[in-house]
């Protein structure tokens, strides 16, 4: 069974249009986050959920838009995608608290805009 | 703003030899972690040191904390071509776990 699972794996697809990613994790844990890694390995975090609140946003533009329709499920939606946005995006789960800490990932999925 | 810097930023090695890679961070932290990512993949965690800890081992990997450096290495002893990964250190950044930042990652190199 695989514990945090993303889909789709590869995307590609034209500059101005809209996509999602879809994150399901089977762990039993109340945060799920949304990490963006670009070309250069550099891993940034652009949202946290703790119990389907969004916790964290670090400035991301508004063209992305979370979803966490319950504890186990955080999607990714972006609109009007740029150039920019090509990388990999991580979904990543976890139990917050002060003496936990480690997150587990999805595979990833590739996003190419062309 | 990056939390953690890591260096090297790349590191080749022979199978055998150790590999040391460091950690700075600029804020105070509830714990620090290692991680590692192999092409392609998602990233696995590998340890954990929290903030009152200053050494820490788990199987060839052992992590030092300096909290007064603000800095943390992770030690790879007796390198195997299947270590051939990258390296990344997060730190929660005192958030209890909301927001966990990663450091920009060392590349492993392991030469058979």
């Known amino acids: 069974d695989t514990a945090v699972s993303q889909t789709p794996k590869y995307l590609v697809t034209q500059m101005g249009n809209d996509k999602s990613i879809k994150c399901e994790q089977n762990l039993g844990h109340d945060t799920m986050y949304w990490y963006k890694q670009d070309s250069k390995k550099f891993l940034k975090i652009m949202f946290s959920?703790?119990?389907?609140?969004?916790?964290i946003n670090e400035t991301v533009p508004n063209r992305f838009s979370p979803k966490s329709p319950d504890k186990a499920h955080l999607n990714l939606h972006i609109n009007s995608l740029e150039l920019g946005d090509s990388a990999v995006y991580f979904c990543?789960?976890?139990?917050?608290?002060?003496?936990?800490?480690?997150?587990?990932f999805g595979e990833g999925s590739r996003l190419t805009v062309l | 703003s990056q939390q953690g810097e890591e260096d090297p930023q790349a590191l080749s090695i022979q199978e055998g030899e150790n590999a040391t890679m460091n950690c700075s961070y600029k804020t105070s932290i509830n714990n620090l972690q290692w991680y590692r990512q192999n092409s392609g993949r998602g990233l696995v965690h590998l340890i954990l040191i929290r903030s009152n800890e200053r050494e820490k081992h788990s199987g060839r990997l052992r992590v030092t904390l300096d909290t007064s450096k603000k800095s943390s290495s992770l030690l790879i002893t007796a390198s195997r071509a299947a270590d051939t990964a990258s390296y990344f250190c997060a730190t929660d950044a005192g958030t209890g776990g909301f927001k966990t930042i990663f450091g920009a990652g060392t590349r492993l190199f392991v030469k058979a």
């Open positions: 990543a789960s976890t139990m917050a608290g002060a003496h936990t800490g480690e997150l587990f």
């Open positions: 959920y703790n119990n389907k609140e969004l916790i």
